[in-house]
């Protein structure tokens, strides 16, 4: 059985940073199709009814078909902690994050908040996240099985604390944290639509043991994706240069450990040495854009224009609880402000490739996820361009899609979200 639907409807031949917005295709009466859990084809609605004429038909009227919304960097176990007052980062950690950490060791504590978590996710037009877990197990078989269940395309992975610079009852050890994620790697990387992701938090939590022991982990498993911290706070990077003397640099104290790679994504990434930028550029690691968790923690402002342009490989992410939003469209306008102020106006055509195939591409999944394409996975997520009076009356003067769009992306947030989709499914709303 196929299922034909029609809207507006927005998708990519390539990135816009390479080819400006010509990158996107465009059509306003336009439709994908959709078999079981694959997109098999996409194009004007009246080719597509004219071509299968027993296909049921979902009309969305002129709202925007999008792919689902793909965030690269977050933490699910920080849900309940997100827009905490006043702290930055070394401090917003020790106050906040670790004690809520913490209860994470209970199943039924992670299980409530990763079912939660998802659902919010899927109500801002999210389908796929990459996240950091807690040190406990629990927490990322509690992520998996409600991701399971949902059906969603997820990327996780245990957090790895070995050193005493994290608080004692959220510690591992460089063979706990092996063995732990081993177990784990082997129990859920690949099963159904899960990713396994080496986790360890980042340099300043860990001893040069475990790092050396999660960078044995990767090499044995190369298929599987490494996340990270990098160079989000100054204070952060004096911190690392203190624990790692030896280190030339922040990145070092991964390269050295081998923790950069394919494959390795390394949130916020801000405050970047040049040789960090070329072995980043040269070793394929990518950088992930955390921008509402950067102007929160106040941690700098991303160099999006020049990364772009040297060829780094870079997504977009929240970062919640760090970041204030669980919104991608939030998300998109933090980048919008963050890039105006290093004097490189982002084009919508660039945020939401970011939102998309850029974050898709970070997680080496852009062949699955993140654009409407046949044989692309059916994740997708459908707009209102419209949501409130303010956006409705500015998107009223557009002169094109990209001036319709805008709005939404500056002004919008959950309210945009008319349905997700998930392998073909509606997720949200409930049906
Ligand atoms: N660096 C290490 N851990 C974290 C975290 O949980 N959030 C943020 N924003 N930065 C980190
Ligand atoms: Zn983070």
Redesign the pocket.
């Known amino acids: 059985m196929s299922t034909l639907h029609l809207g507006q409807v927005i998708s990519f031949d390539g990135s816009p940073f390479d080819l400006g917005p010509d990158a996107a295709w465009y059509e306003r009466r336009g439709a994908i199709l959709v078999e079981d859990s694959q997109i098999l084809s996409v194009d004007r609605a009246d080719a597509l009814r004219a071509a299968h004429p027993s296909a049921e038909i979902v009309d969305h009227g002129d709202r925007l078909i999008l792919p689902g919304f793909v965030d690269a960097h977050a933490?699910y176990p920080?849900t309940a902690i997100i827009a905490s007052w006043g702290k930055r980062?070394i401090d917003?950690?020790n106050h906040y994050?670790f004690p809520e950490e913490m209860r994470f060791g209970d199943p039924a504590h992670a299980e409530e908040i990763a079912a939660r978590y998802l659902d919010l996710l899927l109500a801002h037009g999210t389908t796929s996240v990459c996240t950091?877990c807690t040190i406990h197990p629990a927490s990322v078989e509690a992520i998996f099985a409600a991701a399971e269940a949902r059906g969603m395309r997820i990327f996780a992975g245990k957090t790895c604390m070995d050193r005493d610079t994290a608080p004692e009852g959220l510690r591992d050890t460089a063979q706990s944290a092996y063995d732990d994620s081993r177990a784990l790697l082997q129990r859920w990387h690949g099963k159904g639509r899960a990713g396994y992701v080496i986790t360890p938090?980042?340099s300043?939590?860990s001893t040069p043991e475990q790092l050396e022991a999660l960078g044995a982990l990767w090499a044995e498993h190369p298929g599987c994706l490494m996340q990270t911290?990098l160079s989000?706070q100054t204070d952060?990077i004096a911190w690392v240069k203190s624990l790692y003397p030896e280190a030339r640099d922040y990145l070092d104290t991964y390269e050295a450990h081998g923790l950069l790679g394919a494959g390795g994504l390394y949130?916020?990434a801000i405050h970047l040495e040049p040789r960090e930028r070329d072995r980043l550029k040269e070793a394929r690691g990518a950088l992930v854009h955390?921008p509402t968790?950067n102007t929160f923690?106040g941690?700098g402002l991303f160099d999006m224009g020049g990364l772009t342009k040297e060829g780094q490989i870079v997504g977009l992410a929240t970062?919640t609880?760090?970041?204030s939003s669980f919104s991608m469209l939030r998300t998109m306008a933090a980048a919008y402000e963050v890039a105006q102020l290093r004097h490189r106006p982002l084009h919508p055509s660039e945020l939401l490739w970011l939102a998309t195939q850029g974050s898709a591409g970070a997680l080496r999944a852009d062949h699955r996820i993140g654009n409407l394409a046949p044989g692309m996975e059916a994740d997708f997520t459908v707009l209102d361009l419209a949501s409130t009076p303010a956006i409705a009356q500015r998107a009223a003067r557009a002169g094109d899609i990209w001036e319709a769009l805008f709005p939404t992306i500056m002004m919008g947030d959950d309210r945009a979200i008319v349905a997700t989709y998930v392998a073909g499914r509606q997720a949200y709303p409930a049906a």
């Open positions: 933490h920080q980062l917003w950690l994050t950091f938090r980042f300043p939590t911290h989000e952060e949130g916020h955390c968790s923690i941690s970062d609880g760090g970041g």
